[in-house]
C-alpha cells in the first residue's frame, strides 16, 4: 500500500466527466478517479480553502466523527472491480479502529477535510494499470492515453 496525493481535479472532455487526479507520494504513479460533479465540487472547495456559507455533507460528517471522539486516521482506496473504486474509511477513537465501507470521491473530500492521509493497495493499480510503468512501458501507455484524453486546459476548471 502506497501513500497518494490528490495532484488536482480536471474535466474528461471525452464523457465530459470531473476526474481526481492521485499521485503517488514517492513515486511518479497517477490514478485518475472519475467522480461525481457534486463530490468534485466538494473537493475543488476545499483544495482551494473555500469555506462554503453552509457546511457540506463532508463537512457535516467530519463534525460528526469529531464530535463523537473519533479521527479518520486514512482513507484507502482498497479495490477495483469492474472499472469502479472502492475505498475504506478508518476511523480510530475509544481504543478501536473501523473501516467503513464509502465510495472514493466522499472518502477523499473527507480526507481533504481531515487531513487523513489517502493510501491505495498496491493490487489496485496493478489491476487497473500493470505493473509499475518502469516495469512495463505497454501498461504505462494505457494510463498515458488515458490522462491524454484530460484536456489541460479544463484542470481545476470545476464550479465552485
Given at each position: 500500500?502506497?501513500?497518494?496525493?490528490?495532484?488536482?481535479?480536471?474535466?474528461?472532455?471525452?464523457?465530459?466527466?470531473?476526474?481526481?487526479?492521485?499521485?503517488?507520494?514517492?513515486?511518479?504513479?497517477?490514478?485518475?478517479?472519475?467522480?461525481?460533479?457534486?463530490?468534485?465540487?466538494?473537493?475543488?472547495?476545499?483544495?482551494?480553502?473555500?469555506?462554503?456559507?453552509?457546511?457540506?455533507?463532508?463537512?457535516?460528517?467530519?463534525?460528526?466523527?469529531?464530535?463523537?471522539?473519533?479521527?479518520?486516521?486514512?482513507?484507502?482506496?482498497?479495490?477495483?472491480?469492474?472499472?469502479?473504486?472502492?475505498?475504506?474509511?478508518?476511523?480510530?477513537?475509544?481504543?478501536?479502529?473501523?473501516?467503513?465501507?464509502?465510495?472514493?470521491?466522499?472518502?477523499?473530500?473527507?480526507?481533504?477535510?481531515?487531513?487523513?492521509?489517502?493510501?491505495?493497495?498496491?493490487?489496485?493499480?496493478?489491476?487497473e494499470f500493470g505493473v509499475h510503468p518502469s516495469d512495463d512501458?505497454?501498461?504505462?501507455?494505457?494510463?498515458?492515453?488515458?490522462?491524454?484524453?484530460?484536456?489541460?486546459?479544463?484542470?481545476?476548471?470545476?464550479?465552485?
Amino acid at each position: 500500500m502506497q501513500q497518494f496525493t490528490v495532484s488536482g481535479l480536471a474535466i474528461d472532455s471525452v464523457n465530459d466527466s470531473p476526474v481526481v487526479l492521485l499521485k503517488e507520494l514517492d513515486g511518479d504513479r497517477v490514478i485518475p478517479v472519475w467522480i461525481g460533479p457534486a463530490e468534485a465540487n466538494a473537493i475543488a472547495l476545499k483544495l482551494a480553502d473555500v469555506d462554503p456559507p453552509r457546511p457540506l455533507t463532508h463537512d457535516l460528517l467530519k463534525r460528526v466523527i469529531d464530535g463523537a471522539g473519533l479521527a479518520v486516521q486514512r482513507v484507502i482506496i482498497s479495490d477495483l472491480v469492474d472499472q469502479t473504486y472502492f475505498a475504506e474509511v478508518v476511523l480510530e477513537g475509544h481504543g478501536t479502529v473501523t473501516k467503513i465501507d464509502a465510495r472514493p470521491s466522499d472518502s477523499i473530500a473527507l480526507a481533504l477535510r481531515t487531513s487523513a492521509p489517502i493510501f491505495v493497495a498496491d493490487h489496485v493499480f496493478e489491476e487497473e494499470f500493470g505493473v509499475h510503468p518502469s516495469d512495463d512501458p505497454e501498461r504505462h501507455d494505457r494510463l498515458r492515453q488515458r490522462l491524454e484524453r484530460i484536456d489541460p486546459e479544463n484542470f481545476g476548471d470545476l464550479l465552485l
